[in-house]
């Protein structure tokens, strides 16, 4: 489909994917969650993509939060719906088995902060900042910023930001585990980059299998996680890019991986 909110490229393996929306600091509408929801389904379905950098346009935003002109009229079924629908939306990220990396370019607030979340990883820029200031409006969090907040930062420091509303620059992001690094501006997407790519010359079925495991295992009793994990462990086993990673460190070379 064509974009009207997003911008999407595809090169060497890597799908970067902008919101483009800098006049409105890129906030997510029902057409941006729409397009991004389609986005996240051509991560999942397109075997040529193998990871994903997602960001906003402009120097200013990441995603500043939520269209505020359109919740302001919402009722109670319309309210839900629309939770649904992001929440749906930023799960199929979470869940695609592929990489994705959210390059956070500036204002990462409600939505915004939320979107950040379901990546895998967050690369701040030095200029960025971080919130949920939902309760200033007299709301919640509707994208799942109540249930992923407390599992990065644990749930202390969740409840203060969540309760607060209160906004924190990047290093504090760092220091409380919310993001994995924090770049300068002008380095952030070579950064993301480099970091998506040292990932993507890994066995992509042991890639996916992290993914899962962690996603999966967090909700479960330490038993059935490590059952899981013995599970994955077997079928990695047997797989060509086992044979293929083993046979390469004993060759003291690099692996070529097939994803088979």
Known sequence: MAYSTLLFDLADGIATITINRPDKLNALNATVIGELDDAAGRVEREPEI???????AGPKAFVAGADIGEIGGQGASDGQTRALR???MMRRFER???PVVAAVNGFALGGGCELAMACHLRVASATAKFGQPEV????????GGTVRLPRLVGRGR?????????MIDAQEAWRIGLVNR???????MAEATALLRTILENGPLAVRACLELVDSGLDMGLDQALGLEAGWFGVL?????MREGTRAFLDKRKPVFTGT
Request: proline share 5%; net charge positive.
């Open 86 to 88: 992001g929440q749906r």
């Open 237 to 241: 086993s047997a797989t060509a890019d």
């Open 182 to 188: 924090v770049v300068p501006a002008d380095r952030l």
């Open 158 to 166: 969740a409840l203060e930001l969540l309760l607060t509303g209160a």
């Open 96 to 98: 695609c088995g592929k």
């Open 136 to 143: 200033k409006l007299g709301i919640g969090p509707g994208y």
């Open 50 to 56: 193998r990871g994903v950098l997602l960001t906003g």
